[in-house]
């Protein structure tokens, strides 16, 4: 079993950059492919990017594809999802997921364990 906590979410205008970490506990960090997802106030939550147990492969969604960057420090239990050049459209709720599988799942029935999410806005 594994527990997410998630930081670094906060307010920032549009064009800026945030840099969101979440950090697992237990000591078999490395067995879980990581995943970040968001949710917008009466959506759906969607996948944004993904990260194999190893880091060797990445998957993201198109819309956040060149501008966010998924990676592990699997020495210090820890994903990242470095944001940049942010749009108004990014503002939800970020949650990070752990999957048993080795590479990461789109789809949120692929993830056993979730963190309480993080709020980013970016205004405008």
């Known amino acids: 079993q594994v527990q997410l906590v998630e930081s670094g979410g906060g307010l920032v205008q549009a064009g800026g950059s945030l840099r969101l970490s979440c950090a697992a506990s237990?000591?078999?960090?490395?067995?879980?492919?990581m995943g970040w997802f968001r949710q917008a106030p009466g959506k759906e939550r969607m996948f944004v990017a993904g990260l194999s147990r190893s880091g060797g492969r990445t998957v993201y969604a198109d819309s956040v594809k060149g501008r966010f960057t998924i990676s592990r420090d699997n020495t210090k239990n820890t994903v990242y999802l470095q944001m940049n050049s942010l749009k108004p459209e990014d503002t939800a709720v970020y949650y990070c997921?752990?999957?048993?599988?080795?590479?990461?799942?789109?789809?949120?029935?692929?993830?056993?364990?979730w963190g309480q999410g993080t709020q980013v806005t970016a205004s405008s």
């Open positions: 237990g000591r078999t960090f490395s067995s879980y492919a």
């Open positions: 997921a752990a999957s048993s599988g080795i590479y990461a799942p789109v789809a949120t029935g692929g993830y056993a364990y």
